[in-house]
């Protein structure tokens, strides 16, 4: 079995590589081809998988190409992690927005927008070279926004496309902790759309466990969303919100400290990725140990502009273990390869789970994994403060998909004024001719 990566040079990459080791099942994959146009960032990330592998004569075989059909011809699975203008994009993006005085986070809000509009385009061609070359290939996604891009792809892959965060999968499992469920048990009442969900209950052999949670002060006070959002709001809503949501529900107070921190997130990323690479161009470098002392860095300071808006101080130390989506690629991939049937929460079209949203619209919810693909179950609706939310945002994406389809600027300036973040409309002007300015990616957007 062959599993092509793209965005191979990526920094997350040995993640997947190393959940591959771990998997010595039949028909587990045997040979990985790593796509990226960056030759430096390939042959970086070619060392330390190459240091993963070592003394495991078993381990995938792994191959390196800048060219993107000979990387997707005949393949059979595609995980797609590309970044469309790199990191640089983002602390542009970041950098446009915050003077606007609106969010630049790379998937919710201004950011969001104007990263997705340029990567659905190069994603949609993506999509076109998979089906030409690699027909029943599954796509697996967690290009970001995950979401979006994943409907983007839908609209040439149907159901082929899946999409994976790993925001619910530390909700779940921080959650279970505190609660002492086994996470890899108990069920997780997930519904939304990429980074903008609840977790609304926790049931372990029939009996939901999370009002136990929300009335229990100290216990609410003792993981990453209980700090973020405070034991009040959460009973309040009677759910716990992926952690993202906070960008929404203490929107002034993020704005704000992103505004007045020392630099960025992805100028953080920018530099520290930079000199992660440059250290690996020296030959006596090691490869493997200099990327886990990077990834710990990197882990340690995720959303630290929220925890200073919250006043949470660091991330607790249980709270630092990545995310967990090479897990998800992982169990996803087994479930299709050999019918291993498998619940997993993930990014896949709606077909009526939710009445509000139509039945090609991508949502995030807990999925029946089998060799037929990811089959949304059914969800109760949600409240109404979670409706307008969702029904917003959803819209959002739908005129980021006409622009990007059409290269209509006024699409583009109706997908930000309409996002609930972005209070104007003249600021959404402002944005799309900053944007524009800024990425050649963005050229496309001419029409009225």
């Known amino acids: 079995m062959k599993l092509t990566i793209l965005g191979g040079g990526g920094f997350r990459v040995p993640l997947v590589y190393g959940a591959l080791l771990g998997d010595g099942g039949e028909g587990r994959i045997t040979d990985v081809c790593l796509y990226d146009v960056d030759d430096g960032r390939l042959g970086a990330m070619a060392r330390v998988l190459e240091e993963q592998a070592s003394g495991r004569p078993d381990a995938p075989r792994v191959s390196l190409t800048p060219d993107l059909d000979e990387a997707v011809r005949g ?51 993506i999509a076109r070279r998979v089906a030409a070359l690699a027909p029943e ?8 926004p995950a979401g979006l891009v994943t409907e983007a792809m839908s609209r040439v892959l149907g159901d082929r496309v899946i999409g994976i965060c790993d925001s619910p999968v530390g909700l779940g499992r921080r959650v279970a902790r505190v609660l002492g469920a086994d996470p890899a ?126 006043g949470v101080g660091e991330r607790a130390e249980e709270d630092l273990e990545p995310g967990g989506y090479e897990q998800v ?6 479930a299709v390869a050999r019918d291993e049937r498998t619940t997993l929460i993930l990014n896949v079209r709606n077909r009526g789970t939710l009445s509000v949203l139509d039945e090609d ?19 109760d609706p949600l409240p109404g403060h979670a409706t307008g939310l ?21 699409a583009a300036v109706k997908a930000f004024a309409l996002h609930p973040l972005v209070d104007s409309v003249s600021v959404a002007r402002r944005l799309i001719d900053a944007y524009r300015a800024e990425h050649p990616g963005l050229a496309y957007l001419r029409h009225p």
Not at 92 to 105: N, P
Not at 112 to 118: K, N, Q
Not at 137 to 144: D, G, L, Q, S
Not at 362 to 377: F, M, S, T, Y
Request: include cysteine; hydrophobic fraction near 45%; glycine fraction near 12%.
């Open 75 to 125: 393949t059979d699975f595609v995980f797609s992690a590309i970044r469309v203008g790199g990191l640089e994009g983002r602390v542009a993006d970041e950098r446009i927005a915050l003077a606007e005085g609106v969010l630049g986070q790379e998937t919710v809000g201004a950011g969001g927008i104007a990263y997705g509009l340029r990567t659905v385009p190069v994603a949609m061609d």
């Open 137 to 144: 290939a599954w796509v697996v996604n967690f290009t970001n």
């Open 185 to 310: 048990t108990a069920w997780a009442d997930y519904v939304g759309l990429n980074h903008l969900g609840w977790l609304r209950g926790l049931r372990v052999g029939g009996r939901d466990l999370l009002p136990g949670l929300l009335a229990d002060p100290e216990a609410l006070g003792s993981f990453e969303e209980g700090k973020l959002f405070g034991a009040d709001w959460l009973r309040s809503l009677g759910a716990v919100p992926n952690e993202y949501l906070h960008y929404y529900y203490f929107n002034r107070e993020t704005v704000r400290a992103h505004q007045e921190a020392r630099r960025s997130r992805g100028a953080f990323l920018r530099e520290q990725q930079a000199g992660f690479y440059e250290d690996l161009k020296r030959p006596g470098t090691p490869a493997l140990a200099t990327w886990r002392r990077t990834l710990a860095e990197r882990e340690a300071t995720y959303m630290a502009a929220n925890r200073e808006a919250a």
């Open 329 to 334: 690629a992982l169990a996803l991939m087994r």
């Open 361 to 379: 619209a991508v949502i995030e919810v807990p999925c029946l994994v089998d060799a037929n693909g990811a089959h949304p179950l059914g969800v």
């Open 390 to 410: 969702v029904t917003s945002v959803k819209a959002v994406e739908r005129e980021v998909l006409e622009a990007a389809g059409s290269g209509s600027r006024a």
